[in-house]
């Protein structure tokens, strides 16, 4: 079944720019989703089809996906402490028709 | 703005069937994906499947075997059955909605927790 890595956890300073990375085998071809998920709460989607976001989701927030290197990259500028979160990369497994997701990033601001 | 609310109960004893209902308010189940999705405590999340609004379902083959998810567009409300569960199973339930494979899943319950222990 189709794999998708994700470290750990990242940490970045308030104010700096954030990258998540998402790698998986030919990954550039599939649309990729990002989702953000705080303590206690439900997740909510932040970019969805590579890099488009959903309405009052803030500029801040923007997506890549690069078939040359096998991964997509969520990144998140000037961030704030609310970014503080989990963060999941999912895309659509074509030849096995259903959802996968990453084992998640823990997004911390120092 | 469609909402999502999951119930059910809370707690299920091994070997039963966990039967949990999702009801949509704000808008219409056409042409999208009602999905369920849970999240083992302190765990990442875990795609248990779909029910397409035109009857075609999808399942985590990992769970299949037990897996039943079922629309009831009359009530504005889709189900899942998850049948002989185990510890394994205790997790946060989440139901969700899909456009289609471009769109992700824009709109989610706030997540039920099911314990199962006897």
């Known amino acids: 079944s189709y794999v998708l890595t994700q470290p750990p956890s990242v940490s970045v300073a308030p104010g700096q720019t954030a990258r998540i990375t998402c790698g998986g085998n030919?990954?550039?071809?599939?649309?990729v989703h990002w989702y953000q998920q705080k303590p206690g709460q439900a997740p909510i989607l932040v970019v969805y089809g590579d890099s488009d976001r959903p309405s009052g989701i803030p500029e801040r927030f923007s997506g890549s996906n690069s078939g040359n290197t096998n991964t997509a990259t969520l990144t998140i500028s000037r961030v704030e402490a609310g970014d503080e979160a989990d963060y999941y990369c999912?895309?659509?497994?074509?030849?096995?028709?259903?959802?996968?997701f990453g084992g998640g990033t823990k997004l911390t601001v120092l | 703005q469609v909402q999502l609310q999951e119930s059910g109960p809370g707690l299920v004893k091994p070997s039963e069937t966990l039967s949990l209902t999702c009801t949509v308010s704000?808008?219409?189940?056409?042409?999208?994906?009602w999905s369920w999705i849970r999240q083992p405590p302190g765990k990442g999340l875990e795609y248990i499947g779909y029910?397409?609004?035109?009857?075609?379902?999808n399942y985590n083959p990992s769970l299949k075997s037990r897996v039943t998810i079922s629309l009831d567009t009359s009530k504005n409300q889709f189900s899942l059955k998850l049948s002989s569960v185990t510890a394994a199973d205790t997790a946060m339930y989440y139901c969700a909605r899909g456009q289609g494979h471009y769109y992700g899943l824009d709109v989610w319950g706030q997540g039920t927790t099911v314990s199962v222990f006897s």
């Open positions: 030919d990954i550039g071809s599939r649309s």
């Open positions: 029910f397409y609004y035109s009857g075609s379902t």
């Open positions: 704000g808008g219409s189940m056409s042409n999208y994906y």
């Open positions: 999912q895309v659509w497994d074509g030849s096995s028709d259903h959802l996968v």
